[in-house]
């Protein structure tokens, strides 16, 4: 019975969480808010964001997630989306929804702002920033004069077992297609089950590939070249280093983060006036500066150590292709890379 | 007399029905996410064709091995701390209870990575021993990883359940056995095995489910199970995706069925009673500190050091972002609150909507009672994001009231209790079929009501049992991700969803502050709503 008695003070505080609930719920989902869906993360973008709601008096609401998650889950709500805008770290959950008819197509004012490299050749996307394919590798354990100048070498003898690659992430993932589209399914087929044969060690994404090299676990890794930046600002220690592929090597795509419009937005002009703000030059500098990413917008140097996108000369890759996420994951898979 | 007995036992009757129609208007939202699954594999067809590809057996039986082994692990594990914490004289008893719950509350994703930084090759803990020359640990990957780390983030399924059943048990058998001159093993053997068995048994189920639904543990530790071939395939092939986690579904429950059948439901009366039993260790201290030091060390204290680690590096590194917890940890405020709201009434909500479910379990051998624990049951081992996206479907396709929930907190409260109400049900379960039925009929005989009798019997015996699945459906809900990221309302930061974003992008010092603020709040609570409530019971 004493313990019984008790149960005062836990009633109470049902009692006051129902309040704080109901008040709660009150103020959640505002109507005449522009509703964002953005893979791209509160820590990287936030502050971007809130500029933006700022500069141009509208109101948001942000839902941060995991890109391919948000792009199920948009692909469940269908028409009675709430939200205006998608904006995913790949192209690849982009595509998905676009192959399921959910995004209205961009003005052309918009798409001029961006090399149609970047973009959907429907229009129903654009880049806004981009991430570019390397090799981390760790410089106490590998000499430079080791170090491919293609990725397709990775496939030789002297890179047995010594290369980490993340099959599941989507970015590897974007390559892989753009692999597919610039040297053919074959040529594709072979360099990924060369990797397989060749003892690749898989990863579960990027930041386990880029700790790993710097803990010397394995030699080297692919992944976008973002990652190992932000290691070596927590840890300037790390023996952890980029590599870039020579120019015009697949292994150097660039990848883009994308920005759509639903096509069950109402409110169209306010989501297209909101990505021509990512494409600003206040934006793009944002990236470049803040993020280490490449702005996609006519004109924006990248960050210092990142080089300019101009030298880069990535391989010129036609991305609609990009969307067969489907057939790359077959792929993959047939390969015996698990 | 006779006219009074008919009468009360008309009233059983009429209860019993009360009962079941409560129970199944209860289970109507537990069976949405199975029939979201059904009805999607209807419209994208393809079921059968997926579910007898050869390729997926592989991936099917290193589940079923992953979560059978874990869960017997576990149970070895929990059963033993949890008697070490409630019948022994260890030292520094009263603390280690508040820290062995809280292992439970690290997600995965951050859990396993951490776990990986401190004991993989090359990683802090080789480091260290390097100085004193030893090297070459081995691997932490595959089925040996795997097992490991999820063995020492959920073996509080098991704990929690046994600590409060071995709080609630009276320790007057024990002394008799002991008396009768059976040594501390054999007591356990034959005392405390089969009083506590059938929680035991409940716990063990938990972490079989939760391994079978975990995602983040499996893909970073490169185990390739069921749910890793979910995840890989839904957004490239959701027909695939959407007949694997049926398949999930369906698994589940006949594994709940089954784990029904073998263990029993009958567990025999036994009241609390008098003050806690105390066994010496003896020669036996020793080994029993090593053993909870070693599991707290490798649970516990391990992450942790590997947090703070990050923390400070971080610190030191400093940062010009504005929206860094290493510049403002007032940040943490927010979310911190979020959390402990959003979690708090899952836990609340949870045990309440089970209870109805548990009392007709333990009470009657009845098929509502058990087709409604399945389908609760069943809600643990689909993924998080199964949930949200059946979620998603049908509050969008339903009318006024309830499509004005979509993304909205009462509806986010009500996906944990739903997903998460298996951990409420067990312990519950126990609990009820442990409150002896002579006392209710008593009470019932002195003219008691039915509420009257659940206010000043049964819920007050069932409180440890209560509590305990309180706290588990608690810390679960503090660290779930996928569904509060699709079905929080918008701008609704949680501690998990804070420690998510870093982690994405490698913020370390960030991720690793909100993770070292989510095991503090998880601590206080855990603290205020089952271990100091345990104590006031004792």
């Known amino acids: ?338 | 007399m006779s006219s009074a007995i008919a009468h009360a036992l008309d009233g059983a009757r009429a209860r019993g029905l009360g009962l079941r129609a409560l129970v199944l208007v209860l289970a109507v939202p537990f069976a949405a996410p199975l029939a979201y699954l059904v009805v999607r594999n209807a419209e994208e067809g393809g079921v059968w064709s997926a579910l007898t590809d050869e390729a997926l057996l592989a991936p099917l039986g290193r589940s079923l091995l992953l979560a059978t082994t874990v869960a017997a692990a576990a149970a070895v594990v929990g059963t033993t701390a949890a008697w070490l914490v409630q019948r022994s004289d260890l030292p520094g008893r009263r603390v280690i209870r508040l820290l062995l719950p809280l292992p439970l509350v690290l997600p995965s994703f951050i859990g396993a990575f951490a776990l990986i930084a401190a004991f993989a090759p090359g990683g802090l803990l080789e480091r260290a021993l390097s100085r004193v020359g030893v090297s070459g640990l081995p691997e932490v990957r595959g089925f040996a990883g795997a097992f490991t780390v999820l063995t020492l983030l959920t073996y509080p399924y098991v704990y929690l359940p046994v600590a409060a059943r071995l709080r609630q048990l009276p320790p007057a058998m024990e002394e008799s056995a002991r008396l009768l001159g059976r040594g501390p093993a054999a007591t356990f053997a034959t005392v405390v095995l089969p009083q506590a068995r059938a929680a035991i048994a409940a716990g063990a189920l938990l972490v079989f489910l939760y391994v079978l639904a975990d995602f983040g543990a499996v893909q970073l530790l490169r185990y390739d199970t069921l749910t890793r071939a979910i995840f890989s395939n839904y957004l490239l092939d959701p027909p695939v995706a959407l007949a694997l986690s049926l398949a999930l579904g369906l698994l589940a429950i006949v594994v709940v069925i089954a784990q029904r059948r073998v263990a029993g439901r009958r567990v025999p009366d036994a009241r609390r009673g008098g003050r806690a039993l105390t066994v010496p260790l003896g020669r036996w201290r020793a080994a029993a500190v090593a053993f909870v030091a070693g599991l707290l060390g490798l649970a516990l204290a391990a992450p942790v050091a590997v947090l703070v680690y990050w923390t400070v590096r971080g610190v030191n590194a400093g940062t010009t972002r504005p929206n860094s917890l290493v510049a403002d940890p007032g940040r943490l405020v927010e979310p911190a609150l979020n959390t402990t709201i959003a979690s708090v009434s899952a836990a609340l909500v949870a045990v309440a909507v089970v209870l109805p479910a548990a009392f007709l379990t333990a009470r009657h051998r009845d098929r509502v009672g058990s087709g409604a624990a399945a389908l609760v049951t069943g809600g643990f081992a689909l993924p998080g994001l199964v949930i949200a996206l059946a979620l998603a479907f049908w509050t969008l396709r339903s009318p006024g009231l309830i499509g004005a929930l979509y993304q909205t907190l009462p509806l986010l409260v009500g996906a944990y209790a739903l997903h998460f109400g298996a951990l409420a049900l067990a312990p519950a379960q126990v609990a009820a079929g442990s409150v002896p039925r002579r006392l209710d009929d008593a009470a019932r005989t002195l003219g008691r009501g039915r509420l009257a009798r659940l206010a000043t019997v049964d819920l007050p015996l069932m409180a440890p049992g209560l509590a305990a699945g309180a706290g588990l459906v608690l810390l679960s809900a503090m660290k779930e991700l996928p569904v509060t990221l699709l079905l929080a309302p918008a701008g609704f930061p949680t501690l998990a969803t804070r420690i998510w974003s870093s982690t994405e992008d490698a913020f370390w010092a960030d991720a690793s502050i909100a993770a070292l603020a989510l095991l503090a709040v998880s601590g206080v609570l855990t603290w205020l709503l089952v271990v100091r409530r345990d104590h006031a019971l004792a």
Not at chain 1, 17 to 44: F, K, M, N, P, Q
């Open chain 1, 1 to 338: 019975m004493r313990a019984f008695r008790r149960g005062g003070v836990p009633a109470m505080a049902v009692a006051a969480l129902l309040v704080a609930i109901l008040a709660a719920s009150g103020c959640g989902g505002d109507r005449d808010a522009l509703t964002i869906y953005s893979g791209r993360t509160e820590d990287l973008v936030g502050p971007l964001l809130e500029r933006f709601s700022e500069e141009q008096g509208v109101p948001i609401d942000v839902r941060y997630g995991d890109t391919p998650q948000l792009a199920l889950l948009l692909a469940e709500e269908g028409d009675r989306t709430p939200a205006d805008v998608f904006w995913g770290q790949s192209p690849g959950a982009t595509a998905h929804l676009a192959q399921r008819d959910l995004l209205a197509p961009l003005s052309s004012e918009t798409l001029g702002l961006v090399n149609p490299r970047f973009e959907d050749p429907q229009g129903l996307w654009t880049g806004t920033s981009g991430r570019q394919r390397v090799l981390v590798y760790n410089s106490e354990t590998v000499a430079q004069d080791g170090l491919p100048r293609s990725v397709h070498e990775l496939t030789r003898p002297e890179y047995r077992g010594r290369v980490g690659i993340a099959p599941t992430n989507g970015s590897f993932q974007d390559f892989v297609t753009a692999m597919r589209d610039i040297e053919g399914e074959e040529a594709t087929a072979a360099w990924l089950r060369g990797m397989a044969d060749n003892g690749a060690r898989t990863y579960a994404n990027n930041n386990a590939i880029v700790e790993a090299v710097g803990r010397g676990e394995i030699d080297m890794g692919l992944v976008n070249h973002y990652y190992n930046h932000r290691f070596l600002q927590e840890d300037p220690s790390l023996p952890s280093r980029n590599h870039r592929f020579e120019d015009g090597d697949i292994g150097g795509l660039l990848i883009p983060s994308s920005a759509s419009v639903l096509a069950a937005s109402d409110k169209k002009e306010e989501a297209e006036a909101f990505i021509r703000f990512l494409l600003s030059k206040e934006a793009q500098e944002y990236f470049a500066d803040e993020t280490f990413e490449y702005p996609l917008a006519q004109g924006v140097p990248p960050a210092e150590g990142v080089p300019p996108l101009e030298s880069l000369r990535p391989p010129d890759e036609p991305p609609a292709r990009l969307g067969d996420v489907e057939g790359t994951a077959r792929l993959i898979q047939e390969s015996g890379l698990e």
